[in-house]
């Protein structure tokens, strides 16, 4: 019996996406749980980001068997899409293109409309999952919860520059 916290983590090249997807499915690994990507763009070697994918094998109940699959999409790129082996990715592959603008060849829901629009609102732009995308929330606001050390009633201030985050503009900034 495996150990229910073991997960195969499986290296795979964005050329074989397909092809490593389809022969995990093909060896038992046939529950599709989620694909989703994380920004890469900040790496020093071979920036990009890394697309996972989260496979189950259903066969085992007791002693669930899992499969992580990840290749790296290089910025402007597109990697195949894997609705022709799983047609449950597709909203994932909708939600990765919204959130961090990947773009999926082949990519079909069965309603003909190809990638589009799945959580964000209408007339909204821009990547929010990207690491470049500003928050317009706390560029126009303070950040809500804890204070910045020195400025909490209770504490004396310690001199210290309030050093705000990369894109956050000055508080002098904006309408008054």
Not at 48 to 56: A, E, I, R, Y
Not at 67 to 93: I, K, Y
Request: net charge negative; glycine share 10%; charged share 30%.
């Amino acid at each position: 019996m495996s150990d229910p916290a073991t997960v195969d983590r499986v290296e795979v090249p964005s050329g074989d996406w397909v092809a490593a997807v389809t022969a995990a499915r093909d060896e038992g690994y046939a529950f599709f749980d989620w694909l989703t990507a994380v920004d890469q763009t900040d790496a020093a070697e071979d920036p990009g980001f890394d697309v996972v994918c989260h496979l189950l094998d259903p066969s085992t109940p007791r002693a669930l068997r899992r499969r992580l699959l990840r290749t790296r999409v290089a910025e402007g790129s597109a990697l195949a899409s894997l609705t022709p082996v799983f047609r449950g990715a597709a909203w994932h592959e909708r939600e990765t293109h919204e959130m961090f603008g990947l773009d999926f060849d082949g990519f079909d829901d069965g309603t003909g409309l190809g990638l589009r629009p799945l959580l964000l609102p209408d007339g909204f732009e821009g990547t929010p999952l990207r690491k470049s995308f500003v928050l317009a929330a706390r560029a126009s606001k303070a950040w809500p919860g804890a204070k910045e050390p020195g400025e909490s009633e209770h504490a004396r201030p310690t001199g210290r520059r309030r050093v705000s985050a990369p894109g956050v503009p000055d508080p002098e900034w904006g309408p008054r």
